[in-house]
């Protein structure tokens, strides 16, 4: 009897004494610190600029939507006439690509409230000698070069160029000051079109400021030379242009 109960006094030694020295050990034992595995840092995106591509279109061939036409580059031929010329109304045609652009807009003008009609499109070579002979007989040759294009270097002889009407204003001055003109001049670059004679660039164009004269050349061309505050095709292509005839 006395050896059991010293046996199990024994065991009981050895046991607390086994957990005391594990306690012990555990709490004296450093902590090792977890290894911490750093994820690289991904790289901002590098997002491409857009460059307007200018090379897109031809800027001489009359043919193209993005040909200049002023007093140093005329048409050639001189006497070209484009193949698919299309009714805007009012007896006025002009390329299909333009003409359906034009009647898009004309047509969301009116549901905006405003009548605006086309004047003057396409022009012959012909008909712009008829045009521009009025002008000198009737202002002389200096006030008629600054107005009229001779024949062969007309915007309206490619069937791009449009003349507007509204208002009671036909081809005259006081068409942009019409509620219909201020609303096509804000609009037009929607559609693609151009108001190509500003007061402020008549020494880049060659001609007087024209408030009713719109030129086709795209929505993305019109809206690029909107988006950069360039009023001229001279200027966004960087060909010459001025006052005086080559």
Known sequence: ?????????????AIGGGMFWA????????SVPKTVIKKPIPKPKTVPI??????????????????????????????????????????????????SALTTMLADAKKAGFTVTAA?????YATQVTVYNNEVKTFGQETADSESARPGYSEHQTGWAIDLASGGCSITDCFGDTVGGKWVTENAYKYGF??????????????????WHFRYIGVDLATEMRTQNIATLEEFFGISGGAAYN
């Open 1 to 13: 009897m006395k050896k059991s109960v010293l046996f199990v006094a024994v065991m009981l030694i």
């Open 23 to 30: 306690g012990y050990h555990n709490a004296s034992a450093p």
């Open 50 to 99: 857009k460059v307007f591509d200018k090379t897109q279109f031809s800027t001489t061939d009359p043919a193209s939507p993005w040909v200049v036409v002023n007093k140093l580059h005329p048409l050639n031929p001189t006497e070209y006439a484009p193949a698919d010329l299309t009714n805007v109304g009012g007896g006025q045609v002009m390329r299909a690509e333009a003409a």
């Open 120 to 124: 003057s499109g396409y022009r012959s």
């Open 194 to 211: 151009l108001l190509r004679y500003t007061p402020a660039d008549t020494a880049v164009t060659g001609y007087r400021a024209e408030t």
